[in-house]
């Protein structure tokens, strides 16, 4: 017998036997990627809201940093740009609770995505990118900008 035909043997004798079945369910494609604050020593924290064009504040300076929410499951390298040139960022997964907040994943819970930051090392100000593809079935690609004054 195969190795194949021994795993499904096995399955279908747990299943039989009473034993409940563990079954992975697939990652959620992308379903939503936004800029959702933008940081600065000139400015601090501003939210930016959906359908935000550009920042209310002038953040130039050399340390701002952008935060984008990526719900669903992308690829592990993004495409992020200022200007055109690429910007490096850090992932960290975000998880929802019965309350419908996202925060940051602990132990224990299921991530729907997360957050991006990139830190744009000594860039003044720009129209910013982000785009990411699905793992997984559709493969859709989705992108946001934002213009950091």
């Known amino acids: 017998m195969s190795a194949r035909g021994i795993k499904a043997f096995a399955l279908v004798a747990l299943l039989m036997a009473g034993?409940?079945?563990?079954?992975?369910?697939?990652?959620p494609p992308l379903t939503e990627v936004k800029v959702i604050k933008v940081q600065s020593p000139a400015c601090g924290?501003?939210?930016?809201?959906?359908?935000?064009?550009?920042?209310?504040?002038?953040?130039?300076?050399?340390?701002i940093k952008v935060y984008v929410l990526e719900i669903g499951y992308g690829q592990n390298q993004p495409?992020?740009?200022?200007?055109?040139?690429e910007v490096n960022g850090i992932k960290k997964p975000v998880c929802a609770f019965n309350n419908g907040n996202?925060?940051?994943?602990t132990p224990g819970h299921k991530s729907v995505g997360a957050v991006?930051?990139?830190?744009?090392?000594?860039?003044?100000?720009?129209?910013?990118?982000?785009?990411?593809?699905?793992?997984?079935?559709?493969?859709?690609?989705?992108?946001t900008q934002l213009y950091i004054k």
């Not at 501003?46 to 002038?58: K, P, Y």
């Not at 996202?102 to 994943?105: D, F, S, V």
């Open 45 to 63: 924290l501003e939210d930016i809201a959906d359908g935000q064009a550009q920042t209310q504040c002038n953040h130039g300076g050399p340390s």
């Open 79 to 85: 495409h992020s740009t200022l200007d055109g040139f």
């Open 102 to 105: 996202l925060t940051e994943c």
């Open 19 to 27: 034993a409940p079945a563990v079954f992975a369910a697939s990652a």
């Open 116 to 143: 991006y930051i990139f830190d744009l090392a000594g860039k003044q100000e720009g129209t910013f990118t982000f785009s990411n593809t699905s793992i997984n079935a559709p493969r859709n690609t989705l992108s």
